[in-house]
């Protein structure tokens, strides 16, 4: 299975840019363009999550998902 790619650095850029609040799903991650709506997307875990998120995602790095948890978020595998 190929995968789309999206690191955390991202994510936090997303929240510091006031585009996403405390939840990131995968119809959010389509309407900003980080994934296509047929592709699958997997959390990678370059750069730094200071955000408590409510990430939804098929796959996540174990990197990304610890980084996700210590931030006081939420990993949440599709």
């Not at 997303?14 to 997997?42: C, H, P, W, Y």
């Not at 990430?55 to 790095?61: C, G, I, M, P, R």
């Amino acid at each position: 299975k190929e995968y789309q790619g999206v690191n955390l650095d991202t994510l936090q850029k997303l929240v510091d840019d006031k585009k996403i609040k405390d939840t990131v799903d995968f119809d959010t991650m389509v309407s900003l363009r980080l994934a296509g709506k047929n592709e699958m997307v997997k959390i990678l875990g370059r750069g730094e999550l200071k955000a408590g998120l409510k990430v939804s995602a098929h796959k996540f790095t174990a990197s990304s998902k610890q980084a996700i948890e210590a931030a006081g978020g939420e990993a949440i595998t599709l």
